[in-house]
Every structure is written in structure tokens, then in C-alpha cells.
């Protein structure tokens, strides 16, 4: 009701802009009339209608606003519940499906309870960690590994050792006692002191996408088996 008032006022208002003859003059040369009275509700008029349409887009702001909170509150849930909104270590995408495959190939290529030797020079402490996890036994009354995640070593020589492209007795001793090589991110130093192990070509140019299964014999050598 207040609104309405406040037009009528601004209607009472404008017409003190009709224009008055002049006394003894041309009817149409009067001066119009522009006084505080039409100038008030003219005025209020103008804030009235600034401040409606203030209201108003102040109301869908908030409308949006609350929206988008609802949004981030449930992404949020989401997020914590299953971390779809994050990104994953490099790690976490490939290790689990070379885990099933090792799990898969016990008591055919492996042996039920294999040992492992994991090479990762780019990620060392966050693969081996990752692959233990995903090594746990996954059937019910069974032992507490699928297979054992060999202790980590260090695979290469220092940079600027003239052996540098030789491997060590060491690791020649914990590659050729695992029951499964399986290399994951190596170093080109290191790939090319295993190369002379390996017979396949492609195997020796990416042994990263191999599987390696040691024979023992009068030299050590891999047989690869694809991921």
C-alpha cells in the first residue's frame, strides 16, 4: 500500500511541471514550474524503484549463493567418501591392475606365494608402500599377503661411478632370488644395465611395460611377460 501511496504522490508531483502562461503574454511562452514540491517525489519515486530492483537482485544472489554452498557441501561428501574430485598419484592408477595380475598368475608363472622385487627410481618410497597395500590377501582365511613386496634397495650405482652401467652383485642377487621382477619407473642408466639380461627387444626398450621373470642358470637372463 506504501508503494502505491508514494505513486500517487509522484503523480501529484509531476504536475507542477505543466507549463502556466505568462500574465500578458503568449499562452505557450510561461515559464514551467519546478519546485521542491514536484521535485521530493519525483526523487522518492526513483529510490523507491533503485531500492525494488536492489531487493530483487539482492534476493537471486542469495538464491545462487546457497545453491553453490549445497553444491561445494555435497562434492565435499563425495570427495571424502570415494576422491573423485582428486587427483591421483601416478602410482594409485597403475599399480593396482598389475597387482591383480600378479595375483592372477600365482600357481601358474609364479608360485602361490611369490616374492616380488619392485623397481621404481622415479616414485621409490610411495610405489613400495602402494604395493604393499595392494598386496594384501583379499580371500577370506588366507594369508595376510597375496605375495611379498621385496625390502627396497638401491637399484643403480651413484651417477659419475665408472660402473654405473653395471649392476651390482647386490642387485643381481635380489633380482635373480624374487620369483617376479616388476619395474615400474627406471632411469636410463638402469635400463640400460638390465638390457644385456633381457633377450626380447621390445622388452629391453621398455622393460616398464613388462613383467620379468627371472631363470637362473649359468647366467642370470628375463623372460618378459606384457602387462
Known amino acids: 500500500m506504501a508503494g502505491y501511496c508514494v ?29 521542491g514540491f514536484s521535485l521530493i517525489p519525483v526523487f522518492l519515486f526513483l529510490v523507491h524503484i533503485i531500492a525494488g530492483v536492489g531487493l530483487l537482485a539482492a534476493a537471486y544472489a542469495l538464491v545462487a549463493l546457497a545453491a553453490w554452498q549445497v553444491g561445494q557441501v555435497d562434492r565435499t561428501v563425495v570427495d571424502l567418501a570415494t576422491r573423485t574430485f582428486q587427483g591421483l ?9 598389475d597387482a591383480a595380475r600378479i595375483r592372477a598368475m600365482r600357481g601358474n608363472e609364479l608360485p ?16 613400495w608402500a ?29 651417477a659419475g661411478d665408472e660402473r654405473s652401467d653395471v649392476l ?7 633380482l635373480g632370488g624374487a620369483d617376479l621382477v616388476w619395474p615400474l619407473g627406471l ?38 611377460l606384457p602387462k
Open 187 to 224: 632411469e636410463d642408466r638402469l635400463r640400460a644395465a638390465l638390457a644385456p639380461y633381457i633377450a626380447d627387444p621390445e622388452c629391453r626398450r621398455r622393460p616398464e611395460a613388462h613383467f620379468l621373470l627371472p631363470k637362473t642358470g649359468a647366467r642370470l637372463s628375463f623372460a618378459c
Open 112 to 127: 602361490p606365494h611369490p616374492r616380488v622385487a619392485l623397481i621404481d627410481q622415479e616414485w621409490p618410497v610411495d610405489a
Open 7 to 35: 505513486y500517487a504522490f509522484c503523480a501529484l508531483g509531476l504536475a507542477g511541471f505543466v507549463p502556466r502562461p505568462r500574465a500578458g503574454g503568449h499562452p505557450w511562452l510561461g515559464a514551467r514550474l519546478f519546485t
Open 130 to 158: 602402494i604395493a604393499n597395500y595392494y598386496a594384501i590377501g583379499t580371500q577370506y582365511g588366507g594369508p595376510p599377503k597375496d605375495f611379498t613386496v621385496i625390502d627396497r634397495v638401491r637399484w643403480a650405482t651413484p
Open 168 to 174: 651390482s652383485d647386490d642387485v643381481l642377487g635380489v
Open 89 to 97: 598419484h601416478s602410482r594409485l592408477i597403475r599399480i593396482p591392475p
